[in-house]
């Protein structure tokens, strides 16, 4: 962040300055090797290619976890697995998203950013497929290469974005943000419908490979031209200020990160613990598997409104804290409607839950800029929260599906989110407080 920017923090930023702002970049302290830099100036000449990549591959970084919600039953029925063993097709995923995401801007390094794209939508694509395949271990193994691919996509899309759009950075977050939920809710809302079409819980389930199919050979020719000229084994990019200490402030010993880390895993849990089993809540309560279904992709589409309006707040004001008090109460309030009357009032409920979700979301983000210095403190923030955030977020699915099968009902699993809320919101009063973590002063 330039001076200027650092200073606007403190009156408030633009919606457009934040929504910049937010894409953090994981390749902040690399520069290209000039093959590279000359092989994205051309890119740059031809934006429609980047603009289908980019399109292509936000549609893919939910729609394989949406898609296997609506159809769990039938895949744990299939393996005759628990309630406790079924959740970890949804665990999984989360544990490599978090174990996987530092590998990324390494990755990068070495390859380039584009061709780390194309490899990740390639896994995305083997793993939706290895999940299909008869031995219970290769639908296990399937969901660590889906968490794989996603996590890859997860970091080095908002710099890509950041880096080929700099004058149109809001409108193209506006749309990667867009195309991610509508991936998620297309992907939800077919799930049941896709099942009966194509025989089965797999042919719904590995249908979404041919879309990640095409996202990579939409990318293939950006690899092709990114690394022409480069030779054999030169890395894509070099430290940007070569012997300049860039260590920074050191997060690990910060209260302020942390409590941004954990608000940022503690907002996943619950929305990956409703990805994973408010359809089979609502159909245990009698409603059928295809209206179950509609309602949990209403839920992850009005997250849209969320995601809009809290970062856009947040991004206006000093501190966060009644925003993160906010969102916490709508999820809250959606899960106590879920412990009240599940069936009567979920479309409400779904609603309440996806405005919080998406706002909660935003907030996490915005949060990881307001309480960072710089670009390279919001980079390192950013990898630490969604490490540590998707392996906390990871518990939340396996616990509740324990629970859940200990007590054969779904009220204490509510109750225990319930308290997760609650925690939300302490995390909130101290993430959302103004202030830097490397301020003279900050909390450490």
């Not at 939910?62 to 959740?87: E, K, M, N």
């Not at 497929?129 to 660590?144: D, N, W, Y």
């Not at 906010?326 to 779904?350: D, E, H, K, Y």
Request: one cysteine or more; proline letters at 5%.
């Amino acid at each position: 962040m330039s001076p200027d920017h650092q200073e606007g923090l403190k009156d408030g930023l633009s919606t457009e300055e934040l929504i910049e702002a937010e894409l953090i970049d994981a390749e902040e302290d690399l520069a290209p090797s000039p093959p590279v830099a000359a092989a994205r100036v051309r890119l740059r000449a031809h934006p429609l290619l980047v603009l289908l990549g980019i399109v292509l591959a936000s549609l893919n970084m939910r729609a394989a976890l949406a898609g296997v919600s609506p159809v769990l039953g039938d895949i744990s029925d299939s393996f005759g697995l628990t309630s406790t063993t079924g959740s970890l097709v949804t665990t999984i995923p989360l544990v490599f998203m978090g174990v996987a995401s530092p590998l990324a801007p390494r990755l990068a390094r070495r390859w380039g950013t584009e061709a780390v794209l194309f490899g990740a939508l390639v896994l995305l694509a083997g793993g939706i497929a290895l999940r299909i395949a008869p031995p219970v271990v290769a639908l296990f193994a399937g969901c660590a290469v889906v968490g794989t691919g996603i996590a890859l996509l997860n970091v080095l899309m908002p710099g890509l974005i950041k880096r080929d759009f700099p004058e149109r950075a809001a409108g193209m977050t506006a749309l990667y943000s867009t195309a991610m939920i509508l991936g998620a809710t297309a992907s939800a809302a077919a799930a049941v419908p896709l099942e009966h079409a194509l025989g089965g819980w797999r042919g719904s389930l590995v249908s979404w490979a041919l879309l990640a199919a095409v996202a990579a050979l939409v990318w293939l020719p950006q690899v092709l031209l990114a690394r022409r000229g480069t030779g054999h084994g030169q890395a894509a990019a070099v430290p940007a200020h070569p012997g300049q200490d860039a260590a920074g402030p050191n997060l690990t010993r910060s209260r302020l990160a942390w409590q941004v880390t954990l608000f940022m895993g503690s907002q996943s849990l619950i929305a990956y613990v409703t990805i994973a089993w408010m359809p089979t809540l609502l159909t245990d309560h009698g409603m059928n598997r295809s209206t179950a279904g509609l309602v949990f992709a209403f839920s992850t589409l009005v997250q849209m409104a969320g995601s809009f309006v809290v970062p856009t707040l947040a991004g206006r004001m000093r501190g966060q804290r009644a925003l993160a008090t906010a969102v916490s109460s709508l999820m809250a309030a959606g899960i106590a409607g879920l412990l009240a009357a599940p069936v009567a009032g979920a479309w409400l409920w779904a609603a309440l839950l996806g405005v919080g979700q998406g706002g909660a979301l935003g907030l996490a983000l915005t949060m990881m800029v307001l309480r960072s210095g710089d670009a390279h403190t919001a980079a390192r923030l950013s990898g630490m929260a969604q490490t540590w955030g998707y392996l906390l977020a990871a518990v939340g699915p396996l616990l509740l599906g324990a629970v859940h099968q200990a007590t054969g009902g779904w009220t204490v699993p509510l109750v225990l989110l319930l308290c997760v809320c609650a925690g939300l919101v302490l995390l909130g009063l101290g993430a959302g407080r103004e202030g830097r973590i490397d301020a003279p002063g900050a909390r450490r």
